[in-house]
């Protein structure tokens, strides 16, 4: 019997949680530290993997993702030997997608040629903006030009290269990302992530923004605007959006994102991962313990987990609505109807079709152009109360 999660597929996410410099506007699990013992993180990273694995026995592991933090920080023996663990483990599917984010400030030749040697088949790298002064009004600590040295070694290296780009940036003008996206989309990529600045609680953005001194920020006219001018130049590019954030060629998407859009089981390793896991029947929200140094320590014991959540089915029918609708492939109501034990009321998807938000077409709901412009109303409407 088919259980709900492998119409998703299962996919494994490695948390290295330190970078050389924390950025303002980042809400991650990220840490700067003069010393890290590589040695005992690779040793934590390898007993980790073997005490999930004895939970999932079996499956196909369809992707792996190395995020942060900066995990081109990492040695590459450790990469390699995480790497032929994880081959150990589980059976793999044949185009097993195996991902390292990377800053340009982490990116040497030597060290890119050591991580596809390990079996690193593709990179997404942090780039974020195309010019010195918004980089350093980002708090990043390389320059446009590094940028583009660290994307040339990136290609030299691997068939599939990503970057990510933030808009909506402070004193940004329209034509500014018009320009800087057809600039960006001149390199030869087949995939790119461009999100819209987001001021988070507990940031250094976010206090800066609370005492008004955040200044030059689009306001929501603009910024609606600049998503829309987005969406033309990268379809334009034949780049078109495959989920909100997220733009590739026929055949480049994300496959370990897809996962997590599609509602798979992923497993999350390392400090503050997150993973939904399907046992027995039973989906459960894991979580592990966000400080580095708790995590290291228990991870020689196997106690690196909070207590795992067991989602009822209308919280993965829920779960399933927020990651699902996301994607420009949209989602099986079907599916839904499977997950919830109900379906989504007939005159709530006449209503948003016939505003233009919605489509449904062979069983799916798809959300419009226009939709995706107010996503979240479009999914609090389909929420039931």
Same mark, same amino acid.
């Given at each position: ?17 330190f970078c050389? $410099? ?17 040695? $005992?993180?690779?040793?934590? @990273? ?27 920080? /990492? ?53 974020? %903006? ?19 040295? %660290? ?22 003008t329209l ?19 461009? @999100? ?12 800066? @923004? ?28 034949? /780049? ?72 009822s089915k ?8 927020? /990651? ?62």
């Amino acid at each position: 019997m088919t259980e709900d999660w492998q119409q998703g597929g299962f996919g494994l996410y490695i948390h290295w949680p330190f970078c050389e $410099a924390k950025c303002p506007y980042c809400d991650f699990n990220s840490h700067v530290s003069r010393s890290i013992d590589q040695a $005992a993180w690779c040793s934590a @990273y390898l007993s980790e993997l073997e005490r999930v694995a004895a939970e999932t026995k079996g499956r196909v592991l369809n992707a792996v993702f190395f995020g942060g933090g900066t995990p081109s920080l /990492m040695n590459p023996d450790t990469i390699a030997q995480i790497i032929l663990a994880i081959k150990s483990h589980w059976p793999t599917a044949n185009d097993l997608e195996i991902t390292l984010e990377a800053n340009p400030s982490s990116v040497e030749a030597g060290r890119f040629a050591a991580f596809r040697q390990a079996g690193v088949n593709r990179v997404s790298m942090g780039i974020q %903006a195309l010019n010195d002064t918004d980089l350093k009004r980002l708090g990043r600590i390389h320059t446009a030009q590094e940028a583009f040295d %660290a994307f040339d070694i990136a290609r030299k290296h691997f068939d599939r290269v990503s970057f990510d780009l933030i808009y909506g940036r402070q004193e940004q003008t329209l034509n500014d990302w018009k320009s800087e996206l057809s600039q960006a989309l001149t390199l030869a990529i087949d995939h790119i992530s461009l @999100y819209q600045l987001t001021i988070e609680n507990g940031t250094a953005f976010g206090d800066r @923004y609370a005492r008004g001194k955040l200044l030059g920020l689009p306001n929501e006219d603009l910024g609606a605007d600049m998503y829309q001018v987005t969406q033309e130049v990268t379809h334009a590019h034949n /780049m078109p959006s495959y989920e909100v954030s997220n733009h590739a060629r026929d055949g480049a998407q994300s496959r370990h994102n897809l996962i997590y859009w599609r509602y798979g089981d992923y497993i999350g390793i390392g400090p503050g991962a997150h993973g939904r896991l399907t046992l027995g029947g039973v989906r459960f929200a894991t979580e592990c313990y966000s400080n580095p140094a708790r995590w290291l320590d228990g991870a020689t014991r196997g106690q690196v987990e909070k207590q795992r959540q067991t989602l009822s089915k209308q919280e993965q029918a829920t779960e399933f609505l927020l /990651m699902g609708l996301r994607l420009k492939e949209g989602l099986s109501l079907d599916r839904y109807a499977s997950l919830s034990g109900k379906t989504i009321p007939e005159e709530t998807l006449s209503h948003l079709e016939g505003i233009g938000m919605i489509k449904v077409s062979s069983g799916r709901i798809i959300v419009s152009e226009q939709g995706f412009m107010v996503l979240n109303a479009v999914i609090e409407a389909l929420i039931p109360d």
